[in-house]
């Protein structure tokens, strides 16, 4: 019997991202089906299946230890790279394959100010926080920031001005529980915030930058959303790597003394 | 042909990320500045001009509306393959930093909505399986 579970497994590692493709497939299913018969559709079926894979990633980061949710597993492999930024960004470059350009257009200016203002907020949010619990020195304040920027902006910046490594850690889990908490929240929050149109997703993606997040928490809300949102949310980790370490910097350690 | 749409894309693709590396690297950062939102505006110039004079056949659009279609799942993996751990054993810290940022984000959509006049009314509703 073991001998047919290690072909099994066997089999599912050597073709691991046609493996993806069907675990993924199944998963989605199941959550539609869950979507329908629990929640009458109210509860969109995507948001359940984005919710499910980020449960069965904690799970998979508690059994192997790893970083890479189920993906460490050998026999989910193809699941990282099914999930892993290449594909990922090569479909979200295909949704916007008739876009309304003329919505693009007019949203652009707006697009702008929130990319603007989602880099100041989350670095001020992210530097009072980390004031609040101890860490006094700009350094680590604005490293933190950063983490509450995005989980990449975060690293990009301790390490441009030489924070400790575990200022470091500290704002890529930051940066991860802000890219978590939009991809399952989104949904939730869309009516209070009237994220319902083209130009509102524009400035949600400006405002809260973390691509995976963005990408997912649209999914999950209406997929006709996510080539706006994602558009300005690809140019939120650039403008905080840009602004983070330079700008920012310094404006914390002048206030900082 | 599919193809051509699937090469389509993977031009517009690559020719976004090398812009966007070029600007990481003229300004100093380490970071692919907006690559993958050059090649969404890239894909639009190109697609609708094609279809327009009729070169992007549907059968080649396929290629296009395919990998937009496969988007939700390929997210549902993505969601799959996040470290959760590490983010759930961050700390309060952590976890103020990140919810703080979102909430008062959240906050401000409604507010930068109001920029160029009333915002445009939500999209008709619409039903069914995702991709389609």
Known sequence: ?257 | MVIYGVALLAGCMLTGAFIGELIGELIGIDANVGGVGISMLLLIAIASKAQASGRLRPISQSGITFWSAIYIPVVVAMAASQNVVAAVRGGTAAVLAGVLAVVVSCALVPLLSRIGGEPPPPLPDISGEPGE
């Open chain 1, 1 to 257: 019997m073991t001998e047919i579970f290690d072909l099994v497994a066997r089999v599912m590692s050597r073709y691991g991202l046609v493996t993806a493709f069907a675990v993924v497939g199944i998963t989605v299913w199941v959550s539609y089906q869950l979507s329908t018969r629990l929640t009458r559709g109210h509860l969109h079926g995507s948001a359940i299946a984005i919710m499910i894979g980020l449960l069965a990633a904690y799970l998979g980061g508690v059994f192997t230890g790893g970083g890479r949710g189920v993906a460490d597993l050998e026999i989910f492999a193809g699941i990282g790279l099914m999930g892993g930024s290449m594909l990922r960004d090569f479909a979200i470059i295909a949704t916007a394959f008739g876009v309304n350009t003329r919505e693009l257009a007019r949203a652009g200016a707006s697009g702008v100010v929130s990319l603007f203002a989602g880099v100041f907020v989350s670095f001020a949010i992210g530097a009072a926080v980390a004031y609040s619990f101890g860490y006094t020195d700009a350094v680590s304040m604005t490293t933190i920031g950063g983490g509450a920027a995005t989980y990449i902006v975060g690293p990009i910046t301790g390490a441009a001005i030489g924070a400790s490594s575990d200022v470091i850690a500290l704002s890529i889990a930051a940066g991860l529980i802000k890219s978590m908490l939009v991809m399952a929240g989104t949904p939730f929050i869309a009516p209070f915030i009237g994220l319902n149109n083209p130009r509102s997703a524009m400035i949600y993606g400006g405002l809260m930058g973390t691509t995976s997040g963005v990408a997912g928490g649209l999914a999950a809300t209406d997929e006709r959303l996510v080539p706006y949102g994602a558009m300005t949310a690809t140019f939120y980790t650039g403008l905080g790597a840009l602004l983070g370490p330079s700008v920012i910097f310094v404006t914390i350690r002048a206030i900082m003394g």
